[in-house]
């Protein structure tokens, strides 16, 4: 396992983690945002936003692309945040742990723990929101990855039960006032909903689900992005009940997961967890085929 700091997109201070078999960049300068997750020598996985990145507005929320944690619900001003500071960063050769200043208006302050494995190309990540203020904050923890243009996104469905042997509902499907259902880029399939990123689209889409499944993937070029999380059975999740969320609009998709809905105390915390893994597909010549494979990687 190395670590080594480069430069990249034209940021001095980034963090390079490496097995060997894929590579992780880390930007400390801003964020943090994860700006490179990939087969080492491969594509990237994530988008990024050059012409952001190489002009930092300290007082204005960025993009910037890559993976970064927010908190939910979405709230202007205090969800946008500007993350523009630089981070500290702790490396114990197996865990890297990167800090940013407190949120000083929020009173919040975040952490992200960034373990990838020895061999392979499974990464552990655990983000964490502490509250600094003197009185209960409630709140989810939100993790998005922006996703490299061009792919699309698989989100597993419920497993059919036929009527009338179940009466109940599987779960919520929540639309936003601008979701429009009827677009090409989305696939509602009866094993799983697909989202495409499509730059000749130029509106933007989202959804969410509450997904008990606890995986969501992105095709792109022949090679998956696997992300797990966790769906915990009865808890209040935000946004009509969400754990997954989707938006997508020319440059990019987002894949996004949260965490119940959850009051901390002061000094309190509230972590939430998410495992990534990238596999390279034999067969991609339908969505039947690559979804067949995923249930393949998921055990489901």
Not at 14 to 29: H, P, Q, Y
Not at 157 to 179: C, K, M, N, S, Y
Not at 185 to 205: H, M, P, V
Request: some cysteine.
């Amino acid at each position: 396992m190395e670590l080594s700091t480069i430069s990249y997109k034209g940021l001095n201070n980034c963090l390079k983690i490496s097995n060997g078999t894929v590579d992780l960049v880390i930007t400390t300068d801003i964020g943090p945002r994860v700006l490179f997750y990939g087969f080492s020598g491969g594509q990237d996985f994530f988008a990024n936003f050059d012409d952001q990145l190489s002009n930092i507005k300290p007082n204005e929320w960025q993009n910037y692309g890559g993976h970064r944690l927010w908190h939910s619900p979405e709230i202007a001003p205090r969800t946008y945040y500007p993350d523009n500071e630089k981070v500290e960063y702790d490396w114990d050769g197996k865990v890297l742990k990167l800090r940013p200043p407190a949120e000083k208006v929020n009173q919040v302050e975040k952490l992200i723990e960034i373990e990838l494995a020895e061999t392979g190309t499974s990464v552990k990540l655990n983000h964490t929101i502490f509250n600094r203020a003197p009185w209960d904050i409630e709140l989810s923890v939100w993790c998005l990855s922006v996703m490299a243009p061009g792919g699309k996104a698989y989100v597993p469905q419920e497993e059919f039960r036929p009527h009338p042997d179940h009466f109940l509902p599987a779960r919520p499907l929540v639309l936003w006032h601008f979701t429009n259902m009827r677009d090409p880029r989305f696939d509602w399939n009866e094993k799983y909903i697909g989202l495409s990123q499509d730059d000749k689209q130029k509106t933007k889409q989202k959804f969410g689900v509450l997904n008990t499944k606890g995986w969501a993937a992105y095709l792109l070029n022949g090679e998956v992005f696997l992300k797990g999380y966790d769906c915990i059975e009865g808890a209040a999740y935000p946004d009509h009940g969400c754990n997954s969320e989707f938006f997508t609009m020319p440059d990019f998709l987002e894949i996004e997961t949260l965490s119940p809905l959850t009051k901390i105390e002061p000094d309190g915390r509230l972590d939430h967890w998410e495992t990534w893994s990238l596999h390279k597909m034999d067969d991609t010549s339908s969505d039947d085929a690559v979804f067949l494979k995923l249930e393949e990687l998921t055990g489901q």
